[in-house]
């Protein structure tokens, strides 16, 4: 079956520390893999897009990993701050369809 | 620039009652998303429009939920009869084309069901 898995369990760091947040996907071939905050009572905000023939993607302080063979994104925040508490959700394009499969999202807590 | 709006920001109604949720995308983009999320959940897509029109409609939960587009523009989300189980908040989103593209979501809409 068809599949995509964000770490459900909260994600507490350390202020300054690098955040890695793990998306991965069974039995899809996305071209496109995005990664969208979302904050309480809000509705998600884009960061980063990354396509099938692309390794790393960075903004910032964001870099974003695919790979396709493993079937997994990676997230990473580096220099994280307080700011930066959030969940973050990863979404797939469902290659052939136009739809975009979300992830339950993992929330990320940086602690001062 | 005016982002995506959607109204109303929250809706109480009885089961059994028809709601309506509007989405006023992004003006010139001519993709439009609808997504279901519920309390601790990840979005469940319901439809898409390109344009005015939605060719796969195998997303919408049931019969009793329907979309239309009008003028490449404002989006309408019905849902007939409302079921406790439709509690959720909806949210749209539109983008300027369909595949790989960023979507710019709306603040969603809230609704309960009771």
């Known amino acids: 079956s068809q599949k995509i898995e964000q770490n459900s369990e909260a994600l507490n760091i350390q202020e300054g520390k690098t955040a890695t947040l793990t998306c991965n996907y069974t039995n899809y071939s996305p071209a496109y893999l995005q990664w969208y905050r979302q904050d309480p009572g809000r509705g998600p905000v884009f960061l980063l897009l990354i396509r099938e023939n692309e390794k790393e993607k960075r903004k910032e302080r964001l870099k974003v990993t695919f790979d396709t063979t493993l079937k997994q994104s990676l997230f990473h925040i580096t220099a994280s701050q307080p700011a930066d508490s959030a969940t973050y959700l990863c979404?797939?394009?469902?290659?052939?369809?136009?739809?975009?499969?979300f992830g339950t999202g993992t929330r990320l807590k940086v602690l001062a | 620039g005016a982002g995506v709006s959607q109204s109303p920001s929250n809706k109480v109604t009885e089961k059994g009652k028809d709601v309506e949720l509007r989405c006023d995308p992004i003006s010139g983009h001519t993709a439009l998303y609808w997504y279901r999320q519920s309390l601790g959940q990840g979005l469940e897509f319901l439809i898409y429009?390109?344009?005015?029109?939605?060719?796969?409609k195998s997303g919408l939960p049931s019969d009793r939920f329907s979309a239309e587009r009008t003028g490449g523009s404002v989006s309408t989300l019905t849902i007939q009869r409302t079921q406790q189980e439709d509690s959720a908040v909806y949210l749209c989103?539109?983008?300027?084309?369909?595949?790989?593209?960023?979507?710019?979501f709306g603040p969603g809409t809230r609704l309960l069901v009771l």
């Open positions: 979404a797939l394009d469902d290659s052939g369809t136009y739809k975009y499969i």
């Open positions: 429009f390109q344009g005015n029109s939605a060719p796969d």
């Open positions: 989103a539109s983008s300027p084309r369909l595949v790989g593209e960023t979507q710019y």
